[in-house]
């Protein structure tokens, strides 16, 4: 993510549900751009990263 150069823009691991239903922890990241998002999404670093911290079927 760090090559893609976003920002952290909310993240709160003691997060408090205020309405609706709370489905574990989110970070929200600002890009410069949605190209920028879109390249960073597609990149084989970011691949590789999801690969390891989602469960495996």
Do not use: I, N
């Not at 549900?17 to 390249?39: C, Y």
């Not at 990263?49 to 079927?57: D, H, N």
């Amino acid at each position: 993510m760090a090559k893609a150069g976003p920002r952290v823009r909310a993240v709160d691991p003691r997060s408090r549900v205020l309405e609706g239903a709370w489905h574990g922890d989110r970070t929200v990241f600002e890009f410069a751009s949605v190209e920028a998002a879109r390249d960073c999404y597609g990149s084989a670093d970011y691949h590789e990263a999801m690969r390891q911290r989602l469960p495996t079927p």
